[in-house]
């Protein structure tokens, strides 16, 4: 077998351990006992027009409905994002043919990824970072370069990212709205981070699949600032659809070298296996791409889970999008800080797997009637500290 599989799937991701641990002790004990924080699994229903657009699908012949679709997605599906991009971000902002789509986010990056990289080539990630990062840069042949965020903003240290390019530095991973932290990076340091960027013929993979839950804030489209930018998106969030696998990689229009770019992600596709992504929901999507997102509901959650740790005097980031709340431990072991959380039934994420110390990671995208049942156990948490 191939130890390096062997290894990934012996280890498995830390925050797929802990969902799994707390799917044992709802089944032992209850799922009302578990406040299970460990997923970013929506808990909002995916929009009415999602069932509609499903229900007019099914009206089609089955082999229609059923059948292959070309490798890069159905040509009228990828030309609705494209209008849609447009319409949204400007003229220009995409085109049809420079959209291939995928079985959801992680096949976005790995994608990306392969139709970047040659053995060796180094990945920047900004630290906390999603932690499956690390897996698809490795198993595209890269090694990945964690730089630290800044400590008073969680946005790039665009210093410290230029201090760690080398000639191997082939791209950056950039995740805003981020996970774990809830940090939207601004136009100001997305302009200093592409000057350095461009400098060094640096592409930049921008992770987007919280784009549409901000409270508040403005994302910037990175393309606009940075030519050389490929943007990852999927609809699990946005349309509460993370089971279905469906999303995109768009090499925009501006992309240096686009009519080499658009065909090295299509043979990336190609040689992992990921073509011709979910049929059925290719065509939801297009009846769905303006569909906004349920933000309020987050709002909500954010706002109810922010009052227990206020409450209990927990220190957090405030976030500014998507729907985690990123939470200082209360010792500087996080995962010891997690394990204790364990034994009062609170599900949190160390932030050890994020590649940084001290922190915990609360989805924030779960029932809110998990939050309000949560208050004794985060209080009993924080008195086992006192």
């Given amino acids: 077998m191939n130890q390096k599989s062997y290894a990934y799937g012996a280890t498995k991701s830390s925050i797929r351990e802990l969902a799994a641990y707390a799917a044992g002790r709802k089944a032992a004990i209850g799922a009302e006992n578990v406040f299970d924080f460990s997923l970013g699994n929506p808990s909002i229903p995916a929009p009415d027009e999602v069932r509609v657009a499903i229900e007019r699908a099914l009206t089609l012949p089955s082999t229609q409905l059923h059948g292959y679709t070309p490798a890069a997605g159905l040509p009228d599906v990828r030309a609705t994002i494209a209008a849609s991009l447009c319409r949204r971000f400007g003229d220009g902002a995409a085109a049809a043919d420079g959209l291939y789509l995928t079985c959801g986010a992680a096949a976005c990056l790995s994608i990306c990824l392969n139709a970047l990289l040659n053995p060796c080539d180094e990945v920047i ?22 730089v630290p965020a800044d400590e008073a903003t969680f946005e790039p240290d665009v210093d410290a990212i230029e201090a760690a390019i080398t000639d191997r530095t082939r791209a950056i991973i950039v995740n805003s709205p981020n996970n774990p932290t809830g940090a939207v990076y601004s136009a100001e340091v997305l302009e200093r981070l592409a000057a350095v960027l461009d400098a060094h013929d640096v592409v930049l993979i921008a992770d987007e699949p919280y784009r549409e839950l901000v409270y508040g804030a403005e994302v910037p489209w990175i393309p606009a600032i940075y030519a050389r930018t490929l943007v990852c998106y999927s609809y699990s969030k946005s349309l509460s659809l993370p089971g279905e696998r469906i999303g995109w990689v768009l090499v925009p229009p501006a992309f240096p070298d686009f009519a080499r770019m658009v065909p090295a ?122």
């Fill in 125 to 146: 990630v900004i630290a906390p970072y999603f932690p499956e990062y690390r897996v698809w840069i490795e198993t595209a042949g890269g090694v990945c370069v964690e």
């Fill in 265 to 386: 992600v299509a043979g990336a596709g190609r040689k992992l296996g990921f073509v011709c992504a979910p049929a059925l929901f290719q065509r939801v999507i297009a009846e769905c791409v303006d569909v906004p997102a349920n933000v309020d509901a987050y709002a909500e959650n954010n706002a109810a889970l922010t009052a227990i740790l206020d409450a209990c005097g927990y220190e957090y980031v405030v976030p500014r999008g998507a729907f985690y709340l990123w939470i200082r431990a209360l010792e500087p072991d996080a995962q010891a800080f997690s394990e204790r959380a364990k034994d009062l039934e609170l599900m949190l994420v160390a932030s050890d797997s994020f590649g940084v110390p001290g922190w915990v990671r609360a989805g924030t995208c779960v029932s809110r009637d998990t939050i309000d049942r949560s208050a004794p156990a985060w209080a009993a948490l924080a008195a086992s500290y006192r």
